[in-house]
């Protein structure tokens, strides 16, 4: 039986952050611009403050400048709203990220879009949204990006590929499709409410999974060949009541029918925080006028 290739998103991704430390090493001595990246945690949320502890660390691994910023629970929108008016300001600062989910208090949409738009590297706001729907210089969504890049990598020439991305999220589903559509393939939307769900998948030469429900997608929902990209991340409960982490593919029927396809974990997940480090820096040199180089490692 035929055996999909695994995509390896933790050593591309580490490829990739080696090259973004290599650049930011070059605006230093070229520039004397050393990118900066401001995290805001607000709340004591364990796994985010996890995820907010390794974006720091990886921005100063690749040599960036990180602040991080934590707020608490009981924070109001206006005081939050003040913190990012003056991280708006702040020269050193390059990248803003305010960790989601926020407290109910909140208005998540009102602190999205009071973030600048040249330093929004979650590429959540707005008219970074509307840029790249229109094929505009956008911030773009960590994750989709991570996905492309590995598209890029493994999926050979993307034109007139049949794509399809399973989930409409505004953070994955949406800016993945544009994304697709802007490499020239051809590109459907598929969702919980879709009519026959496995058919449309079947159709797909590309295959991006982001819905959150574990091991939905069966290797009979894949077309033989095809290239899966598994952004799920979900908890499923284990004998020994640990629990372990499984995509939205069913990763063992998947194996046997797909061409490549990336494990979780060790696919798309490292490949997220390495594509928050290079908007960061495309940030800090876009806010400076220096033209951007494409970082883009190859398969290895
Ligand atoms: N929480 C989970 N994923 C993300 C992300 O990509 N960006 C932000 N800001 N918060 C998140």
């Avoid at 229109?134 to 050979?156: E, F, H, N, Q, R």
């Avoid at 020239?184 to 919980?192: E, N, P």
């Avoid at 991006?208 to 899966?228: E, Y």
């Avoid at 797909?258 to 979780?264: F, I, K, L």
């Amino acid at each position: 039986m035929a055996t999909a290739t695994m995509i390896d998103g933790k050593n591309f991704a580490a490829r990739l952050r080696t090259g973004i430390a290599a650049q930011v090493a070059q605006l230093k001595t070229s520039h004397d611009l050393t990118p900066g990246l401001a995290v805001v945690l607000v709340g004591e949320d364990p796994a985010s403050q996890i995820y907010v502890r390794n974006k720091g660390l990886q921005a100063q691994e690749a040599g960036m400048n990180s602040f991080q910023h934590r707020l608490p629970a009981t924070t109001t929108q206006a005081e939050l709203l003040a913190r990012i008016a003056d991280l708006n300001a702040d020269p050193a600062v390059h990248g803003i990220l305010v960790q989601l989910p926020l407290p109910t208090q909140i208005d998540s949409h009102a602190i999205i879009e009071a973030i600048a738009v040249a330093k929004d590297v979650d590429g959540f706001h707005p008219v970074n949204a509307g840029l790249l729907a229109t094929g505009g210089d956008a911030m773009v969504p960590c994750t989709p990006l991570g996905c492309l890049m590995l598209l890029k990598a493994y999926a050979g020439d993307l034109i007139g590929q049949r794509a399809v991305v399973l989930g409409r999220s505004n953070i994955v589903g949406k800016p993945m499709a544009a994304l697709l559509l802007r490499e020239h393939c051809t590109v459907t939307i598929a969702h919980s409410r879709t009519r026959d769900l496995a058919e449309e998948c079947r159709r797909a030469d590309i295959l991006v999974a982001a819905v959150g429900q574990a091991q939905m997608v069966k290797g009979d929902w894949l077309k033989p060949g095809a290239t899966v990209i598994d952004v799920g991340m979900n908890r499923i409960p284990t004998p020994d009541g640990k629990g372990r982490l499984a995509g939205d593919v069913d990763f063992a029927s998947a194996l046997a029918v797909a061409g490549a396809m990336t494990p979780v974990p060790g696919g798309v997940g490292p490949m997220t925080i390495a594509c928050l480090l290079l908007n960061t820096l495309t940030a800090a040199s876009r806010q400076h006028g220096i033209p951007v180089s494409e970082i883009l490692p190859t398969a290895d």
